[in-house]
Structure formats: C-alpha cells, structure tokens
C-alpha cells in the first residue's frame, strides 16, 4: 500500500509564481520528512527537510509547511523560475534504527513545468 | 568528493539474460538502497543493507538479487526472471538523515 500520497501528478505555473506541492502519511512513527528534486536522467537531490518538531522550515524561495496532526506536509515554491522545471517528490521515514533500516516510503512525483 | 557512482549509465539487455548494475559509495554510509522508477510510479524500494554481508528484500525484490561484500558496494543483478526489467535504476545511501542518490542506471530490454 502506498504509504504516502502526493499531489497533484503535474503542475504548471508561470514565472513568478508559486507552485504548492501536497503529502500526506500514514505511519505515525515516521520523522524525517524531506523533498526530492529531479531533473530527467539524473538522481534525486535533497532539496530541503523538516522533522516534525516543527511547523514551517523556509531555505530560499523553498518552504515546507508540517501539519503533524494531519499528517500532512506541503512544499511552496515562491517566484518560480524555468531552471525550476523539474519532478518533485516527497518522502518520509523514521529514524535509522535496526527495526526501520532508515528505509524512506517516496510519493509518486509531481511534474512541475514552469513557463516562461 | 564524496558521492555515489553508478555504473553503466545506459544498458542493453537481450531477453534471458542477466545482468548487473554497479553502484559504489566513497562516503562511508552503512546503509545502501536500491530502488526502481517507472514514469508515474516513484521510487519503488528494492532491496536495501544496513552492514555488509546482510540485506533485506524491499517491495518489489523478485526477479533481483544482490551482494554487500564491502561497505563501499552494493551491485544488483537484474535476472532472466524480471520480466518487465525496462527501468530507471538508482542506487542510494544513508547514515543518519540524509540520503544521497547516484545517477542512476537506465535498463533496456533489446
């Protein structure tokens, strides 16, 4: 079962504007939540996380929103640029223990296309 | 510089055939991960080790297989019976929080 859910699968946005990006969990045990960048052909990157001792982190124009008794969290991208075309996906997981193996349940992406 | 190394970055596989996608680490992370991506489907976790010589399957672990003979590495064999193999592969690894992803290795079914 999907252990995280993610939308919307795509997104445009124009330059200058804000892209939301919705998760949301089910395992309440879970407290890492990062996000993901990737652009077509390359891994993954880490853009920016948040544990759940808190509601709102913001690195740049990047934010995530934490809402702990829904279990559910946000990324805002502010002033959306071209370069910031790319898929993002979310992800969670618990801490590295020899029960969880640190292992991360991802959302299935969101395609995001920013025009210029 | 630290990172992940995958290798190759494309390959051709022929029907019934085996083969193995290399993945190597230099930032001396115990755990290591192997996941699959298919458009529209994320990251679908395949097998994973916390220490060498021991590893677990993940969800969709039939039809792989894998070895973890030193930290550093942690190749996976795609076997004649994947068969839907055609996929984006990545290899990723762990200590603590952050997770750092390699470049990932795109399967081809010829």
């Known amino acids: 079962q999907q252990q995280v859910k993610q939308s919307p699968q795509s997104l445009i946005v124009q330059k200058g504007g804000i892209s939301i990006i919705n998760c949301a969990y089910e395992?309440?045990?879970?407290?890492?939540f990062p996000w993901y960048q990737q652009f077509p052909g390359k891994g993954p990157a880490l853009l920016i996380a948040?544990?759940?001792?808190?509601s709102e982190k913001k690195e740049g124009r990047f934010t995530i929103s934490f809402n702990k008794s829904a279990k559910q969290f946000s990324l805002h991208i502010m002033d959306s640029q071209p370069g910031d075309s790319a898929t993002y996906f979310c992800a969670a997981s618990r801490a590295m223990t020899t029960d969880s193996w640190g292992k991360f349940q991802f959302g299935a992406g969101t395609q995001v296309v920013v025009t210029p | 510089d630290g990172g992940i190394t995958q290798s190759p970055k494309y390959l051709f596989r022929k029907e019934g055939q085996n083969v193995t996608l290399s993945c190597e680490q230099n930032l001396n992370h115990d755990a290591m991960y192997w996941y699959r991506q298919d458009p529209g489907q994320g990251l679908r976790l395949i097998y994973y080790s916390q220490i060498v010589n021991d590893f677990q399957k993940g969800d969709i672990a039939e039809g792989y297989s894998v070895s973890r003979e030193k930290k550093e590495s942690f190749p996976l064999t795609v076997t004649s019976a994947q068969k839907n193999p055609t996929a984006f592969y990545l290899c990723?690894?762990?200590?603590?929080?952050?997770?750092?992803f390699g470049q990932g290795t795109r399967l081809t079914v010829v």
């Open positions: 395992n309440t045990a879970f407290d890492y």
């Open positions: 948040i544990r759940p001792d808190v």
């Open positions: 990723a690894s762990r200590q603590n929080t952050e997770a750092f």
